[in-house]
């Protein structure tokens, strides 16, 4: 079964009337393959460079360092850019 025949079976996924254009070339993934995941790749430095070795009182001491941290990763775009085009991600 080919990838647009599954795009066609799987309707939360994808749309009948989706049109792949001639110069894009869809890549399947593996079911599992979080370091293909770029989400997977920020997470990671968050957690190693951003929350780690946190202890927290609340639930919202918690949410809020959580934001702190994204939005000083956000605001880093050389950061961004960085995670973002990772050689393993954008050659896979």
Not at 13 to 36: K, M, Q
Not at 41 to 62: E, G, H, M, Q
Request: aromatic share 10%.
């Amino acid at each position: 079964m080919t990838f647009r025949e599954r795009l066609r079976q799987e309707g939360w996924r994808g749309s009948s009337a989706l049109r792949i254009p001639d110069n894009i070339t869809i890549v399947t993934l593996p079911p599992y393959a979080p370091e293909l995941n770029p989400v997977e790749t920020i997470w990671a430095y968050l957690r190693a460079n951003r929350l780690a070795f946190s202890v927290f009182d609340t639930y919202d001491a918690i949410v809020d360092r959580c934001c702190e941290a994204w939005n000083d990763f956000a605001n880093d775009l050389e950061c961004v850019r960085s995670i973002a085009t990772r050689a393993k991600a954008v050659n896979a």
